[in-house]
Each structure stands twice: as C-alpha cells, then as structure tokens.
C-alpha cells in the first residue's frame, strides 16, 4: 500500500513539473485574460459613438424644425406640441418607434435673450414641459430632451448616466420674425 501511495506521488509530482513547462496554452490563456476587457472597452467605444451620433441627430433635428416656430408657420397652420414633437421624431427616423416615448419637448418665450440664457443652460429636465411658440418678435427658447438607454456598464459610470440612461439635450433659441 505504501508503494502505491509512493508511486501515485511520484507521477502527480512528474506531471505537475510537466505542467509548469508546458508553454502550448500560454497565448489562449493570455487571450482569455484579456478578452474581456478589450470587449468591454470596444463596446464602450460603440456605444458612445452611438450617443454622439443620436446628440448630433436631435440637434440637427431640432434646428431645422424650428424654423416652422420662427417663420410662424406652426402659429398660423394651428401647430401646437404634438405635431411639433412628431415632425421632430420624424427627423430623428432612424430611431424607430422610440422616439415618441423618449422625446420631451419644452418651448418658451422670454423677454430677452438674458432672461433665456439662464435656462438653456441647465441639463435637468423640467418637471413640466411648456408649449408658447410666441408671435412676431418674441424670444423663443427651445429644448429638446432625449432619454438614450446604454448597455455599457463602463459608459454608465463614465458618462454619469443615471439607472443606465443618459438624458441627451439640444437647444436653440431665437426671435420670431415678423409673420402676419
């Protein structure tokens, strides 16, 4: 019995030394360390490039809509936030059916551009949206609020996302011309 434990230790410590020389694995077990992370970093890159592309998008989207606001179109055709909304999720196409769930829409009139600089620069949502496109000559300030859901748990931290969304914001502001 004795023999038997002996040898049995003899070939666990022989097989364990040729393990320790053994370099055929080395790159898989190198890629499998570093795997994970180089993945997590790519996806990271991705989906940040979707964020900037969405932020882009809804800026583009929310200036060119504007312009119906600005001309007085939307005051003399009868626009009210609905279809202001729907002309700008139909600008940001590529979205989907997401949009209308995600968007929110606040326009304003002011009596300055001073009294507007105040609240075009806050990047927290309002509690209530407002809807005054205003008439001719006044000061209108309007911001658009997308909330964009990220996988990414490296970007959630990164970005300051908060419960995995980041709250993206565009803005413009501008005065009526003088429609009739």
């Known amino acids: 019995m004795a023999r038997i434990l002996a040898n049995a ?12 020389r053994a370099e055929q694995g080395a790159t898989a077990v190198e890629f499998a360390l570093v795997a994970a992370p180089f993945l997590m970093l790519v996806f990271a890159i ?28 939307v005051q003399m055709g009868g626009g009210n936030a609905t279809t202001f909304k729907t002309a700008v999720c139909n600008k940001l196409s590529w979205l989907g059916s997401k949009c209308d769930a995600a968007l929110q829409i606040d326009v304003r009139t002011y009596s300055s551009f001073t009294a507007s600089s105040g609240a075009s620069s806050t990047l927290n949502v309002p509690p209530s949206m407002q809807w005054d496109p205003g008439v001719p000559g006044s000061i209108v300030l309007i911001r658009a609020y997308y909330t964009w859901p990220l996988i990414t748990p490296l970007l959630n931290t990164g970005i300051g996302a908060a419960n995995g969304k980041r709250i993206i914001y565009a803005a413009t502001a501008f005065s009526n011309e003088p429609y009739q």
């Open 9 to 20: 230790r003899k070939r666990l410590a022989r097989q364990t030394r040729r393990f320790a």
């Open 46 to 73: 991705l989906e940040l490039g979707l964020v900037f592309m969405v932020s882009l998008t809804l800026e583009t989207a929310v200036g060119d809509v504007s312009r119906s606001i600005r001309t007085g179109e």
